[in-house]
């Protein structure tokens, strides 16, 4: 058996990803047919959002126009940068499709893993998520963002909610978490059963009732996604309709394509805070290119886009239209278009979608309290 070079784990992903063995060893499927209503989003479009269990049932609810609910979580901890953004694009989309949102604020995990700051933890999740979410597109009616370690005001939905991460527990095993984790510890125990209440809390009577639910993640998140779909179906005061996930490719870091985005690493992403002159040091200095060792062989060899971060950020975010991005490709392959000349355009892509962006942020503060009701 061929020896895996990478590892996936909601702590940790390292080495070259193979999509095709990734879905393999999670027991993904391909996502392949989709509402056309999908193509107006390049994620989907291009193949960005790449896996998938039990799509079907969601598209089906979207094709009858009936009731869903969409739930993601946030880890409030460092940057809002471009691989957040593709989650929270998602968000907005199905916001626009119709969905109830269900935002979990997953901060009693990021106390146990990451920083013991609570106040610090609430203040990030605002100022640096949430406030993006809004300036993205995000709308408060249609919305229930919330923080695990306060889940509400309402006694009675805050009772259901952390009663039901209690119950849950009976119906998993420590072997169960050793086998999806690996090692594990008390804190990622409770962590993980407190996101198995976020995925399907939605259902209790005290919220919505029985509804089916899409949970779109990054591929690390799937460990979170197998244990809550495995135990919903044997905790029997429910009945539970079974979730459904989307799986998103890791957006790469500035560093190369088999990189991940840090926020514990400045210099491996684009924050939605970013300044132009930031920017455009960042993409200058520490994008990865594609391109050859001399302006010579590169006009006579040509580019690999494959491999180029600036190709792939155009490809997943900032060249909306198909027939451009591939005029893009065809250049770069054939040495007709420098690597200089493909950062150049997407630093005024990323630039102009700043400006805007940040002067929507400044609207969105104005907005927060229609969102946090805690």
Do not use: C
């Given at each position: 058996m061929k020896?895996?070079?990478?590892?996936?784990?909601?702590?940790?992903?390292?080495?070259?990803?193979?999509?095709?063995?990734?879905?393999?060893?999670?027991?993904?499927?391909?996502?392949?047919?989709?509402?056309?209503?999908?193509?107006?989003?390049?994620?989907?479009?291009?193949?960005?959002?790449?896996?998938h269990r039990d799509f079907k049932r969601i598209a089906d609810v979207i094709e009858d126009k009936k009731k869903f609910v969409m739930m993601t979580g946030l880890m409030p901890f460092g940057k809002f940068h471009f691989?957040?953004?593709?989650?929270?694009?998602?968000?907005?989309?199905?916001?626009?499709?119709?969905a109830k949102i269900y935002l979990a604020v997953a901060d009693v995990e990021a106390y146990n893993t990451r920083n013991p700051d609570m106040k610090e933890l609430r203040e990030t999740a605002i100022e640096e998520y949430l406030t993006n979410y809004i300036a993205l597109g995000l709308k408060p009616n249609n919305c229930d963002f919330y923080f695990q370690s306060q889940r509400s005001k309402h006694g009675k939905k805050a009772n259901a909610y952390y009663s039901l991460a209690n119950l849950l527990a009976r119906h998993a095993t420590f072997n169960e978490f050793k086998a999806i984790y690996g090692e594990i510890s008390p804190g990622k125990m409770i962590s993980a059963l407190l996101q198995a209440s976020d995925m399907l809390h939605a259902q209790l009577p005290e919220f919505e009732n029985p509804v089916p639910i899409i949970v779109p993640v990054g591929?690390?998140?799937?460990?979170?996604?197998?244990?809550?779909?495995?135990?919903?179906?044997?905790?029997?005061?429910?009945?539970?309709?079974?979730?459904?996930?989307?799986?998103?490719?890791?957006?790469?870091?500035?560093?190369?394509?088999?990189?991940?985005?840090?926020?514990?690493?400045?210099?491996?992403?684009?924050?939605?805070?970013?300044s132009p002159e930031t920017v455009t040091t960042k993409i200058k200095k520490h994008a990865f290119s594609g391109g050859r060792g001399s302006v010579t062989e590169h006009r006579k060899l040509g580019g690999n886009p494959?491999?180029?971060?600036?190709?792939?950020?155009?490809?997943?975010?900032?060249?909306?239209?198909?027939?451009?991005?591939?005029?893009?490709?065809?250049?770069?392959?054939?040495?007709?278009?420098?690597?200089?000349?493909?950062?150049?355009?997407?630093?005024?892509?990323?630039?102009?979608?700043?400006?805007?962006h940040q002067k929507a942020r400044k609207d969105a503060r104005k907005k927060l309290k229609k969102f946090i009701y805690h």
């Open positions: 020896k895996r070079t990478f590892k996936v784990t909601p702590w940790e992903v390292s080495g070259k990803i193979d999509y095709d063995n990734l879905i393999s060893d999670f027991g993904l499927r391909p996502l392949k047919f989709l509402p056309k209503v999908f193509n107006k989003l390049p994620l989907f479009r291009r193949g960005i959002v790449f896996a691989g957040h953004m593709a989650v929270a694009n998602q968000i907005v989309f199905y916001q626009s499709l119709g591929a690390d998140q799937d460990p979170h996604l197998r244990l809550a779909r495995d135990i919903s179906q044997r905790i029997k005061l429910y009945k539970f309709i079974q979730l459904s996930s989307t799986y998103l490719k890791f957006i790469p870091g500035l560093k190369g394509v088999n990189t991940k985005m840090s926020s514990s690493d400045s210099n491996s992403y684009i924050a939605l805070t970013d494959d491999v180029d971060v600036s190709f792939q950020y155009l490809r997943m975010f900032f060249e909306p239209n198909d027939k451009k991005l591939k005029k893009i490709e065809d250049d770069y392959k054939s040495g007709a278009l420098l690597t200089s000349e493909l950062k150049e355009y997407l630093i005024k892509k990323i630039n102009s979608f700043l400006d805007k």
